[in-house]
């Protein structure tokens, strides 16, 4: 599968408008796409099985998305063969009165991933350039001086998340960020079978309706993060999504490939330990 396509370049301006949510690559039918995802798991439980028995790395998993473009169902897929030792997964909501009191990195900062970890952040500090720039009056709320308010606060914040993955990735943590690229008519069709559907009704959430209405400024803010944040380090990946079958497939290409990339193997053990180990063998054998 071709990646590159799907990475916004870093340095070079990004227009959504540029990129199809119906895209599927060189998937002309569903069924292929999901051939190439199960085996791609297969892979992924391969990997992160040495990947965590090295303890080297950390992998970071960034999802960002609109309303009903599907992070919950590409977490559950891609992540299925994978041991539940070696994944931690943190979904981020409202802020706490506690982490209303800390810096807006401080929440996600406590839930990074352990060396021989894969995390996933379910949405993550991209809601402090995205949701709250949208609502201003979330910004209000995050009891920040008067001078950490003014008209350079995005910029700002641009600069410390561009520091802090290049701090993390300097420390081992390998970043992947994905944004779910879902058109507002499929958006709409999602919503719509929430509503028509009794076993998904408690999906759906009147704030969708509301947050649907400021499309057009999610999809600004989102361009802006895109044109800010999207780095050597750490770029970001634009994931059509108007079809789950190939979002799905597309992260856990994408994921795989990161991982081989890494030439992960099983720690050897030195003679010491070799006769250490053929004395416990000798021992139980004995019994």
């Known amino acids: ?10 340095g070079k301006k990004i227009k959504l408008a540029d990129s199809d949510p119906a895209y599927t690559g060189d998937f002309k039918k569903k069924k292929n796409a999901e051939e190439k995802l199960e085996e791609d798991i297969q892979q992924l439980q391969e990997l992160q099985e040495k990947f965590y028995a090295q303890d080297e790395y950390a992998l970071l998993i960034v999802l960002q998305a609109p309303d009903a473009a ?31 009191d800390h ?16 995390g996933i952040f379910n ?19 995050q009891k920040l001086p008067a001078d950490c308010k003014g008209p350079d606060v995005w910029q700002n914040r641009f600069e410390d998340i561009n520091n802090f993955e290049k ?22 069709e999602r919503f719509l079978a929430r509503l028509d559907t009794p076993e998904k009704n408690w999906k759906f959430s009147t704030a969708d309706i509301k947050e ?35 979002s799905r497939t597309a992260i856990a290409d994408i ?9 992960l193997a099983y720690p050897t053990v030195d003679d010491e330990q070799k006769a250490r180990l053929e004395e416990a063998r000798e021992a139980l054998v004995k019994e």
Not at 1 to 10: E, N, T, V, Y
Not at 255 to 263: A, C, F
């Open 103 to 118: 810096d807006f990195l401080w929440r996600c900062m406590t839930r990074l991933p352990e060396r021989g970890r894969i």
């Open 1 to 10: 599968m071709d990646h590159s396509k799907l990475i916004a370049p870093p």
């Open 212 to 246: 649907r209405a400021y499309w057009d400024d999610y999809q600004a803010a989102f361009e802006d993060c895109f044109n800010h944040t999207s780095t050597d380090w750490a770029p970001w990946h634009i994931i059509p999504a108007d079809h789950k079958w190939f």
């Open 167 to 188: 701090y993390l990735v300097r420390n081992g943590i390998i970043v992947l960020k994905f944004f779910l690229n879902l058109s507002k008519e499929e958006q709409k």
């Open 70 to 100: 599907g992070k919950d169902g590409t977490i559950e897929h891609v992540m299925s063969g994978v041991n539940p030792q070696g994944c931690q997964v943190f979904s981020f909501k409202k802020p706490s009165d506690e982490e209303l």
């Open 255 to 263: 994921i795989v490939n990161k991982l081989k990339s890494l030439n």
């Open 123 to 141: 949405r993550s500090y991209y809601e402090e350039v995205l949701i709250a720039r949208v609502h201003p009056a979330i910004l209000e709320a």
